[in-house]
């Protein structure tokens, strides 16, 4: 007698990515069990042109629950303009009513709405892709990942990552003209082998181009990016993060066409530090504007903390000696970073 393999009800939704249909039991009627075994060959046949017709209706032989295991991988590459261009091999199956959507991994941004597949003029290889246009859709700051999903379904499929291509964000300009708020989109494979895409989003953003550190000062150069960012006459702003959030205020030179030149106050800072070690705020202000994140938008590296690392100044502070570090956050926004030195190390 063959055997009818079942699935958790959980792993599939009826009607959605797939069909639950009743179990069928053993025939425990002698009369109906003879019927059954007449049949012989025939009912077998039967069988297997049903259940190919039902993977057929269901889409299963493409993303369904046999997907389920092996989620389908996606290749991303960022194109002319910073847009994004997914796409899946010939080699997969990717029904047509499904599309590809970014989930954000904070609560309070939506879902972005289904992204169609298309099949490129690319010489007939079966290969879809799908288009992130960066002049059509406008994502909040922080990380997506990659999702499938059936058009109108509330379920979605992680996918895996496959080639990321990200050169194009080597390009000096590929942050944008000047005129333009600071917008970037950078796709990466996370740690468990998904796909993402970290953004930001800054209506106006300084970008420090170079960090010098010699032995008496710290020197910041950059660019002011957005419509309204050079509007104003600036100052440079260090705030402590923590204990009172202590403010030094220092004058900042800014260009015509937004280019700025900053000379961090060290002396002012070390007077400052509380002990221990500390972080300070590092931002542009302007008179009655918004104050504007120091940061380093620019680039293909998700997380550059390891990367981008700044020598130290050593000063004298209010208990002894201070060492005075640049560095980034995880968002990529510059901060100062006060320490105590211990045995003369910082």
């Known amino acids: 007698m063959?055997?009818?393999r079942r699935a958790p009800r959980e792993i599939i939704t009826h009607g959605e990515d797939g069909l639950v249909v009743r179990d069928r039991r053993p025939v425990e009627n002698d009369a109906e069990r003879g019927r059954t075994a007449a049949l012989g060959p025939k009912s077998g046949r039967a069988s297997s042109k049903a259940a190919a017709g039902l993977r057929r209706l269901t889409g299963l032989s493409g993303l369904g629950v046999a997907r389920r295991s092996r989620p389908?991988?996606?290749?991303?590459?960022?194109?002319?303009?910073?847009?994004?261009?997914?796409?899946?091999?010939?080699?997969?199956?990717?029904?047509r009513n499904w599309q590809l959507a970014l989930h954000p991994r904070s609560e309070n941004v939506a879902a972005t709405a289904g992204i169609q597949f298309e099949q490129p003029d690319t010489g007939g290889d079966r290969s879809v892709r799908a288009v992130l246009d960066k002049r059509h859709w406008?994502?909040?700051?922080?990380?997506?990942?990659?999702?499938?999903?059936?058009?109108?379904?509330?379920?979605?499929?992680?996918?895996?990552?496959?080639?990321?291509?990200?050169a194009r964000l080597l390009d000096p300009a590929a942050l944008g003209p000047a005129d333009e708020a600071g917008?970037?989109?950078?796709?990466?494979?996370?740690?468990?082998?998904?796909?993402?895409?970290?953004?930001?989003?800054?209506?106006?953003?300084?970008?420090?181009?170079?960090?010098?550190?010699?032995?008496h000062a710290i020197r910041l150069k950059g660019s002011?990016?957005?419509?309204?960012?050079?509007?104003?006459?600036?100052?440079?702003?260090a705030r402590l993060q923590d204990n009172g959030g202590h403010l030094i205020d220092a004058?900042?030179?800014?260009?015509?066409?937004?280019?700025?030149?900053?000379?961090?106050?060290?002396?002012?800072?070390?007077?400052?530090?509380?002990?221990?070690?500390?972080?300070?705020?590092?931002?542009?202000?302007?008179?009655?504007?918004p104050e504007i994140r120091l940061a380093m938008l620019a680039g293909d590296l998700v997380d550059r903390r390891d990367v981008s690392v700044f020598p130290a100044l050593r000063c004298a502070g209010p208990g002894g000696v201070l060492s005075l570090r640049p560095?980034?956050?995880?968002?990529?926004?510059?901060?100062?970073?006060?320490?105590?030195?211990?045995?003369?190390?910082?």
Request: glycine share 12%; aromatic share 8%.
């Open 2 to 4: 063959s055997r009818v």
């Open 72 to 95: 389908v991988t996606v290749d991303c590459r960022v194109v002319p303009g910073g847009s994004l261009a997914f796409e899946v091999s010939a080699g997969q199956s990717v029904p």
């Open 138 to 166: 406008d994502l909040a700051e922080g990380d997506w990942d990659v999702f499938l999903r059936r058009a109108g379904g509330s379920r979605s499929h992680p996918v895996r990552a496959g080639l990321v291509e990200t």
């Open 183 to 215: 917008r970037t989109w950078i796709p990466y494979a996370t740690d468990g082998g998904g796909l993402a895409v970290r953004t930001w989003r800054r209506p106006a953003h300084a970008e420090v181009v170079s960090v010098e550190v010699d032995d």
């Open 224 to 237: 002011l990016h957005g419509r309204t960012a050079r509007a104003y006459h600036y100052r440079f702003l």
């Open 251 to 289: 004058p900042c030179f800014v260009e015509q066409h937004g280019g700025f030149h900053i000379t961090v106050p060290v002396d002012a800072v070390a007077e400052l530090h509380p002990g221990g070690a500390a972080l300070w705020d590092l931002r542009l202000s302007a008179y009655g504007g």
């Open 327 to 346: 560095q980034l956050t995880r968002d990529h926004d510059l901060v100062l970073r006060t320490a105590d030195t211990v045995l003369g190390r910082g």
